[in-house]
């Protein structure tokens, strides 16, 4: 057992749009990730995942509406809802899920990580 500094953790991501775990409980894979610009549309069939800003602010697009997400806020997809994060400057998030989650869902494409690194 050891405790993690976030901005440590975070200062050691170079890559954009590239989650890396550092933590798991439960079941569950604690991720750091910096995001910018526009991800792509996915679901994920199985799993819910949770999105904790840290710094910065982006934009989670639903079909249905655009859900605004700033430092200290968190928003769950639910599983099975389509959905894009889009940040228009560079923001750090926490994620929490499900161990095996893959970051594009349904879609593989070259932003999928396939076995994310363990910071």
Known sequence: MEKVNLSEKLHQLSDLWSPR???ELNGQHVK?????????????DAEDELFLVIHG????????RVVTIRDGEFFIV???????????????IL????????NTGNVRNERT?????RL
């Open 95 to 102: 994620l929490f899920e499900p161990v095996g989650t893959l």
């Open 32 to 44: 750091l990730v910096k995001i910018k610009g526009e991800f792509i549309w996915h679901h994920h």
């Open 57 to 64: 602010r982006f934009d989670m697009h639903l079909r249905d």
């Open 113 to 117: 990580r396939e076995s994310p690194e």
């Open 78 to 92: 639910p599983r099975g809802v389509e959905h894009k994060p889009v940040a228009e400057n560079e923001t750090h």
């Open 21 to 23: 775990i550092v933590g």
